[in-house]
């Protein structure tokens, strides 16, 4: 006869249960138990109950607290968590706001720009294509965005003279974009 692993553990539970009034009262009973096939599962999930039963009752001591000394603890404990995970989610979402993100891409438009602008002033020479790259991967602009943003930075913000122009065409021979491209 086959018998479902539900029906094993309730009748392993109930088992167990006899067993525990057996031990209470000190009483003796006979079981007689029925040779029932079971498969590999069903015994581990025997074994697993009868090993926790065992484990359970071998740990000494109460198994509620008796004293409030824990309850004393663990309401400023979760009160803290409770304070640290509103902090972190009110963390994440201030960071995550568009005004942060406007922010960002403002300091890395001034970083771009003050970059280029001490390349071209004191060192020339030294601008050049694979300066340009190291700055592409620096601020996640293409070489068409930091062109752009610096021609419109220049022509906004210092005045217009031929060191200007000067610069504005040797970043424009750095980049290797076409004309057609520099012009849009």
Not at 54 to 78: D, E, H
Not at 131 to 157: D, H, P, Q, S, V
Request: charge should be neutral.
């Amino acid at each position: 006869r086959r018998v479902s692993v539900e029906d094993s553990l309730v009748r392993f539970a109930e088992k167990g249960k006899e067993a525990e009034k057996n031990v209470t009262a000190n009483e003796e009973e006979e079981y007689i138990e029925e040779e029932v096939e079971l498969t590999w599962i069903q015994e581990k999930a025997e074994d697993l109950a009868q090993f926790t039963g065992t484990v359970v009752q071998a740990i000494p001591g109460p198994r509620v607290g008796q004293t409030s000394l824990p309850w004393l603890a663990a309401v400023p404990l979760a009160y803290m968590g409770l304070s640290f995970v509103i902090a972190v989610v009110k963390t994440i979402r201030k960071l995550t706001s568009p005004r942060m993100k406007k922010r960002r891409l403002i300091r890395t438009n001034a970083m771009l720009c003050r970059t280029l602008d001490e390349l071209l002033q004191s060192k020339q020479d030294e601008l050049s294509y694979e300066a340009l790259k190291r700055l592409m991967r620096k601020t996640g602009f293409n070489m068409e965005e930091i062109l752009r943003k610096y021609i419109r930075y220049a022509l906004n913000e210092k005045p217009f003279n031929t060191d200007l122009v000067a610069n504005l065409i040797h970043l424009s021979k750095s980049s290797t974009l076409e004309d057609g491209q520099v012009a849009e």
